[in-house]
């Protein structure tokens, strides 16, 4: 059975950073790609960064989080790591971890597991 939880979520004021992780469990982690998702408030579900099997050697973000986040991955822990940088109000939503169908993916169709999703909210 696989499982995802996120963790790390909360409330930061605008310029702040945050960490969240995602672990799991399961299955072969380095095998697949994972995916950070976010829902913001009124709005559809949006990718916002992504990173490849094995070694992460590939990884892609969302234009609006370039240079501010960033994701990485630790096979031995088989967590997956979103750092956000440089907060902003417009970042406030639940942020999903998802497990990739394969070796790299930049959709939500590319994913195949899902976590319940941890609650970042950016307000002075």
């Known amino acids: 059975q696989v499982e995802v939880m996120e963790s790390g979520g909360g409330v930061v004021p605008p310029g702040g950073s945050l960490t969240l992780s995602c672990t799991t469990s399961?299955?072969?982690?380095?095998?697949?790609?994972m995916g950070w998702f976010r829902q913001r408030p009124d709005a559809e579900r949006e990718g916002v960064a992504f990173i490849s099997n094995r070694v992460g050697r590939n990884t892609y973000y969302e234009d609006s989080v370039k240079g501010r986040f960033t994701v990485s991955r630790d096979n031995a822990k088989n967590t997956v790591f979103l750092r956000m940088d440089n907060l902003k109000p417009e970042d406030t939503a639940i942020y999903f971890c998802a497990v990739g169908r394969g070796g790299w993916g930049r959709k939500a169709a590319d994913m195949r597991y899902w976590g319940q999703g941890t609650r970042v909210f950016v307000s002075s």
């Open positions: 399961g299955y072969t982690f380095s095998d697949y790609s």
